[in-house]
Every structure is written in C-alpha cells, then in structure tokens.
C-alpha cells in the first residue's frame, strides 16, 4: 500500500492480487452512506471482467453501469457530456459514488466527471492497465482532450482510494504492457538511479510479465508520483512538473497522429524521452553515455525511441513544434522543458532555441 499524503484529501494506492475479494471491507468502507455506484468502463473491459467486478460489490449497493468505446478518441468533452447526462437522468445524488473501471482513458473521464457533476461526488480508480496502476490513476489529474491539444481541459480532484489489482494485467495485450513500462522508465529517469539499474537488470521478468516484478514496479512508480504530488498537488511549483519528462513531445506526437491506435500513450512516452533526453545533450547537459543507455532500456524492453517507428504518418517537424507550443507547460510564449543531468537527476528549464529543438527531434 502507498499513502498520498493530501491532508483532508489523503487516500491510499493498494496494490495487490485479488484484491476486489480481499480487500472487499477497505474498499466499500471508503463509500460509506452511498446508496448507487456508477460504474464507468470500457467495452472491452465489459467483455473481460464486468461480470466478476459486479459479483465482488455487496447486494446493499445498487449499481448501474456506463459503457464507452475505448480508446484515445473518446477522451473528449462529447463523451462527458453524454456521461453527465445520464448520471442527471438517474438522479445521481452527492453519497453516491462513481468507480473509475479500465484504463487511464476511463481513469481520465471519470475522474472528470466525478469532479464536475454536483460540484463533486465520491470517486474510487479501479485501473486495468498497467500505465493506468503505475501512473494515471493516482495523483488527481483528470480531463480530456480538445481540438486544440492534449488533455487541455480538465481538473485536478483526488480519488478515494485507488485499487490496483495485477490480475487485471493477465488479459492486457504485451503491446499495452510494454506502454506502461514507458511510464516506469520515466519515474527512474527523473528521481531514482537505482530503480532505473534494476530496471534493466529486469528486462526479461519484464518481457513476459512476471507478477512479482510487475507488484515491485508500481510500488515504486506509485511511491515516486505520490512523493511528487504530495509537494505539488496543482503542479504550480516546478516539482510534480517532473512528472512530465518526453511529455511535450509526446503529446504533440499523439496529436500529429491524430490519437491513432498506432501510437500508444506510453510509446509516445518513450519516443518523447528520447527527444528531451537529446535535447539535455545537444544543450551540453548529459553525457552521450547516459543517453545511450536510457535509449537501450527502451530498445531492450521493445519501446520505440525515434520518428522511425511513426513513418506512415509523414509527421512533419513543423507540425510537431507547433503542436508542442499548445502544451500546458507554455509560459509567456516560452516552452517549459523537463531536462536531464544524469540518469536520476532532472529538471525544469525554458531557455531552450528553436534550432536545438527543431535537431532533437527525429
Ligand atoms: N491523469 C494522469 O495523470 C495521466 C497520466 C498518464 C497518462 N494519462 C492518460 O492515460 C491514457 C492512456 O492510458 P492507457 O494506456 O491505460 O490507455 P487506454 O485507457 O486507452 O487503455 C488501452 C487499451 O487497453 C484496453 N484494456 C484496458 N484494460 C485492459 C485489460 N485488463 N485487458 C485487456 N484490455 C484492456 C482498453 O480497452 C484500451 O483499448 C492517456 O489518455 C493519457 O493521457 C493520464
């Protein structure tokens, strides 16, 4: 278990197997006085574990549940207003209590909703992929995206409790796996050498799942954002920011590919990494030693590093840039970057060319 430490806003991250089963009294007794639970999932997660998620909640609970197409694409403000309409036309009231169920598409709308509907109901994350267990589903930031970028509108509300359980991860595709070891990568990059070592003395475990690796990485990812968020909670004092390492261009690279199912969140992630990590390197602050090593661990662990791996999209670099400056982190025109010291040590700088950015990316 890891605790965020929010003061009133505390909750905390189990992680586990069976958890739905074992966990069963920690779980409801975050809900206490609620009558309904919504239900917020995926069709594929409808197909794979709604009926088993169902029989785990107590009988005193009545539960309805909303089924959305899964995907990137779906994250927009359409899809929430389609949410809220039917949660109104229930009668949703303020002791019910909303379950986030799938990935960190569903994590991120239902977050959203549950953040906006009544002025804010009781919320508990159940992430079903990996990126979702080691990152999206803790940390309060929910949202969607708009025709103008990546997750631009949106808020920042915590859950009650986050439930991460791995048997989930047993039907998740390995392409899904590997995309959330983007994520992992990131959390070692930016705070934790030692993590990052052991990481790459891992990358067979990793390959095929082993569970016992898989509970050890979301310990220590969920452990890394939640000392984050703990310091920064509304990513105002340049800490959570941190969090953001390869995030600028990542999501510009997502936006460019239109949020096709063939760039992934997380190899997005990865590729981005690898461009911010060149930029901290043509900008004379890491060795070409570390760069190569961090670009190595994602290769080993089957992540994409460069525009290669994204040629039937024809991206131009243009496009990319223009993309990055409708990023969150924009500030008075000027692009606030995540660099790299050394593998461990990152941090957050603007006085970044147009010409520098323009040769990291490739
Ligand atoms: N809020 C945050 O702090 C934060 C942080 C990181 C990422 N994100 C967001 O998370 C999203 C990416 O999340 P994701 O990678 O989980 O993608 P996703 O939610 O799109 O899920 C990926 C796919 O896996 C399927 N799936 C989910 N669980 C499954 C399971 N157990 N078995 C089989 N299939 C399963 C889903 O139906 C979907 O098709 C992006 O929108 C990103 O912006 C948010």
């Known amino acids: 278990m890891v605790k965020v430490s929010l003061k009133e806003k505390s909750y905390n991250v189990i992680i586990g197997k069976n958890l739905l089963k074992r ?47 899964p995907g990137e694409k779906t994250k927009q403000l359409k899809t929430v207003e389609q949410i809220l309409n039917f949660l109104l036309k229930k009668k949703i009231s303020r002791t019910d209590a909303i379950f986030g169920f799938g990935g960190g598409v569903i994590g991120d709308i239902s977050g959203f909703v549950a953040s906006i509907i009544l002025r804010g109901v009781r919320l508990i994350h159940f992430p079903t992929t990996l990126l979702a267990q080691v990152d999206s589903s ?82 220590k990812s969920i452990f890394i954002k939640s000392s984050l968020v703990t310091k920064d909670e509304k990513d105002v004092k340049n800490k ?11 999501h510009a690279l997502e936006k460019c590919c239109k ?3 063939n760039l992934l969140h997380g190899e997005a992630v990865s590729i981005g990494i690898c461009m911010v990590n060149r930029l901290s390197f043509i900008l004379g602050f890491l060795s070409m030693n570390d760069l ?18 994204l040629e039937n999209f024809k991206i131009k670099k243009d496009n990319i840039i223009k993309n990055m ?32 950015i323009k040769k990291s990316i490739c």
């Open 325 to 356: 400056m409708h990023d969150k982190k924009v500030l008075n025109g000027k692009l606030n970057f995540i660099l790299c010291k050394k593998i461990g040590k990152t941090f957050v700088y603007n006085k970044v060319n147009l010409n520098s």
């Open 138 to 219: 803790t940390g309060g930031k929910t949202g969607v995206n708009s025709i103008h970028g990546k997750n631009l509108v949106g808020s920042f509300y915590q859950p009650k409790l986050v439930v991460c359980d791995i048997d989930f991860l047993l039907t998740l595709p390995k392409r899904e796996i590997l995309s959330g070891y983007a994520e992992v990568i990131k959390y070692s990059i930016l705070s934790d050498k030692n993590f990052f070592h052991w990481l790459k003395k891992q990358t067979n475990k990793i390959i095929i799942n082993d569970p016992n690796v898989v509970q050890k990485v979301i310990k």
């Open 23 to 69: 966990q069963k009294k920690k779980i409801f007794s975050n809900i206490t006085g609620a009558k309904r639970i919504f239900i917020i999932t995926d069709i594929v997660i409808k197909k794979l574990h709604l009926k088993n998620f169902l029989k785990s909640i107590p009988n005193n609970f009545i539960t309805e549940t909303i089924i959305i197409k």
């Open 259 to 261: 949020y096709s199912k």
């Open 240 to 250: 959570r920011a941190l969090l953001n390492l390869g995030h600028t261009y990542a």
């Open 292 to 309: 190569k090593e961090i670009e190595k661990l994602f290769v080993d662990i089957g992540l994409p590093t460069n525009l290669n791996f």
